[in-house]
């Protein structure tokens, strides 16, 4: 059983670690899905923005030259400056950027070959095809392009855009859209920031709280040229990537943690009802030996004390017949005593007692349990020593029965204490209680024994089983009465140094 426990944890543990390596691993694959689709609308945005602007350029002029496209151009560069910033400082970038865009040499041998091919293609389509080609849509029109002629485009586009500032080429507010309506798409909901850098520089197109978390953060290049390089790279942090995976499992594994606790509920129950089968068991047995001693003596007494009856020399012998006689008597009262103990905890447990309860001196009381075993502890020259300290005495109890659980613990005290008995009495007011303490200086008992004395059958051995006489109810009844009596009991003790009652009962006025 505990090996199929620990396996089905570790079965459990195992899928679980392994599903959510499986699920980051696919939100990995989204993640970079989503950079590159936002790489590149932004880089077709741009393109598209600029293509019409250069296309009426080659269209209206036969023989484009720099100068011509730079002044055409430069309405859309703007000359005042701007910081960019960067991680390791700032750069005035828009001055160097201008400047070199006045120094711009466009490659304008691309431009006439784009413009022939353009001429070429305007003579192959028919004359009467003009007007439906003018009125096509912007898509339609770079649709229309062919595979050279967008590369052409492409690689000019590039070339004129690279020499515009980053936080011009593309808006924050056009990342989010984007990353957002990518999110929207896949139906992730997870929280992000993001930030594009030149050449690990940030720059200040970028998110207020971004920073680099590599495990949630993923890269994918901006812009990209025709030989595949890059001077800018968009960063994405998910920072809710970690808690976004685990949502993913989060019933399945509530579940799986749910019924796994099951199985070990009910393995821990059915553990503890076999080893508490085995101490009710051990308990039972060491019951028998002991109710079967405890009946054996008075029965063996009052055999011989009856063949003792029967002879004829102590026959005529009155006084010495009453003598036996007064031991069948009293051995029969302690086989009654002990059959009685046995049939009130079996009352008690079925709620089958009832204990009438009336105002009561709790020293009259125990003035009355001591006289009960005052003549045993004065044969074992002992003594028993009374302090009834307390001012307040009245209680609610039933007579009988508290003077049954007082005479239950004085007898513990006498047979646990191996020279004469020596025991003290207490008694005191604690705000609206009565302590009553019932102090021996026997044999004591362990940590352990304290927490069990009062259970069922509970007996501590001492080496040999019936070197105290008795069968571990005495105290589960005395238990039971207290608490009945809305009463509170427990002990303090050190093995070798005796053992302390202590009874707190409510009173009454």
Do not use: C
Request: proline share 2%; no cysteine.
């Amino acid at each position: 059983m505990s090996l199929s426990l620990i396996g089905i944890i570790f079965v459990q543990g195992y899928w679980i670690n392994n599903t959510v390596e499986n699920n980051e691993e696919q939100f990995s694959f989204n993640a970079k899905q989503i950079l590159i689709s936002v790489s590149n609308r932004i880089q077709y945005r741009e393109f598209e923005e600029m293509f019409f602007p250069l296309q009426e350029i080659l269209d209206s002029i036969e023989e484009p030259d720099n100068k011509t496209i730079r002044q055409l151009l430069n309405i859309s560069i703007d000359n005042t400056t701007k910081s960019f910033s960067y991680a390791n400082g700032i750069l005035e970038e828009d001055n160097k950027l201008f400047s070199s865009f006045i120094n711009l040499n466009i490659d304008t041998v691309r431009l006439k070959n784009i413009l022939n091919r353009n001429a070429d293609v305007s003579i192959q389509d028919n004359q009467n095809d003009f007007t439906k080609q003018s009125s096509k849509s912007k898509l339609e029109r770079i649709r229309g392009l062919t595979d050279l002629q967008r590369k052409d485009y492409e690689i000019v586009i590039g070339e004129i855009a690279s020499f515009i500032p980053i936080h011009r080429r593309v808006q924050k507010n056009e990342i989010e859209n984007l990353l957002r309506k990518e999110l929207e798409e896949r139906d992730i909901k997870v929280d992000f920031e993001y930030a594009i850098y030149s050449n690990a520089l940030a720059t200040k197109v970028r998110s207020y709280d971004f920073s680099l978390d590599y495990p949630t953060t993923y890269a994918i290049p901006l812009f990209v040229d025709d030989e595949g390089a890059s001077e800018y790279q968009l960063y994405v942090n998910f920072t809710g990537k970690k808690r976004y995976v685990l949502s993913t499992i989060k019933g399945m594994a509530i579940l799986s943690i749910i019924f796994t606790l099951i199985i070990v509920v009910a393995y821990s129950s059915a553990l503890s009802q076999l080893m508490q089968q085995r101490q009710i068991s051990q308990i039972k047995t060491d019951f028998i030996n002991n109710m079967t001693h405890e009946l054996k003596t008075p029965i063996a007494t009052i055999n011989l004390a009856l063949d003792s009856i029967k002879n004829p020399k102590i026959a005529g012998d009155q006084k010495k017949v009453e003598r036996y006689l007064g031991m069948i008597k009293e051995e029969n009262k302690r086989m009654h005593a002990q059959v009685e103990n046995v049939l009130r905890i079996s009352q008690l447990e079925k709620n089958e007692l009832n204990i009438k309860k009336e105002s009561q001196e709790l020293h009259d009381i125990v003035e009355d349990a001591v006289t009960h075993v005052s003549l045993i502890v004065e044969n074992r020259q002992g003594y028993i020593k009374m302090h009834l300290g307390a001012l307040k005495t009245t209680v609610l109890a039933n007579d009988s029965h508290l003077t049954n659980v007082v005479v239950n613990i004085l007898d513990n005290a006498i047979k646990y204490s191996e020279a004469e008995p020596k025991i003290d009495v207490y008694t005191e007011n604690v705000k609206n209680s009565i302590v009553l303490k019932i102090r021996d200086q026997g044999i004591g008992m362990g940590k352990v024994a304290q927490k069990k004395i009062f259970e069922k059958f509970f007996r501590e051995h001492t080496g040999d089983l019936h070197n105290v006489k008795g069968h571990g109810l005495g105290l589960t009844y005395v238990k039971r009465i207290i608490d009945d009596h809305h009463g509170q009991i427990w002990v303090e003790s050190e093995r070798g140094k005796g053992s302390t009652f202590i009874i707190k009962l409510p009173l009454i006025s």
